[in-house]
């Protein structure tokens, strides 16, 4: 109660959304969709360094040597191997704190072909403070788990996606 159902636009705020709508009305092409965040491929390129360097330490500390595979295009970027195992390890590094990551189609694959031999280590603050997340297959209570916090869940979300050739 006490609240109209109407927006008068006189605002100063209102002014560019004014002038959209007036553009629109006249059959001018509008966009009204927000701008996509600007990449930058030196800092992105300094997150992934710092998440290879991370989770590489980590691995050789517990007795691992540590091979990076990144360029051969095997669906993870390193294998650990120590006297008793042998791990696939995708690394996902990330500059703020959120824990969300996407898997390419090839990476995804290899998730799920190999998962008792495989690792996504995820680095969140990767360029100010590391943080490292291990997700590992548990035969145990046969779901994904993070090492070292029993909190912790793993929701993957499979996404399906498609190349599309036009052929003229």
Sequence with gaps: ?????VWYADTPEAKPLIKKVKSFLKGKPVNVLPKAKKTDPEKNARVEKSAIKTTTKYFQNIGYTVDSVEKDNVGWDLEAVSKKNKLVIEVKGLSGTAVTV????????????NSNNYRLCIVTSALNNPTLFICRYSSESDK??????????LDIKPKQSAIITVRI
């Design 102 to 113: 996407g898997l390419s189609p090839n990476e995804y694959v290899a998730f799920l072909k």
């Design 144 to 153: 994904w788990v993070v090492e070292g916090n029993k909190k912790a869940k």
């Design 1 to 5: 109660m006490g609240q109209a159902n």
